[in-house]
């Protein structure tokens, strides 16, 4: 079985906005058209709400690549 190799990755680096990554900016890379892309996710947020919307985010769309 061959690995998924991206031609795309699509960097979000936030900090105590787990709402807006949950309701606007991962639900949007959700809509695109391709798969071809890797999300990769830099949190510096004092809690850990962020870590559960990307988590909740890649347990719904399993078919996208979330890191």
Known sequence: MQ???PTLSV??????????L??????S??????R???VI??????DDASQV???AFAAAYFDLTVR
């Open 3 to 5: 690995s998924f190799v």
């Open 41 to 46: 996710v830099w949190d510096a947020s004092e």
């Open 36 to 38: 071809d892309f890797e």
């Open 29 to 34: 890379l959700a809509k695109q058209d391709t």
């Open 11 to 20: 960097m979000i680096a936030t900090k105590n906005r787990a709402e807006e």
């Open 22 to 27: 949950r309701t606007i900016s991962l639900p």
């Open 53 to 55: 919307a990307v988590e």
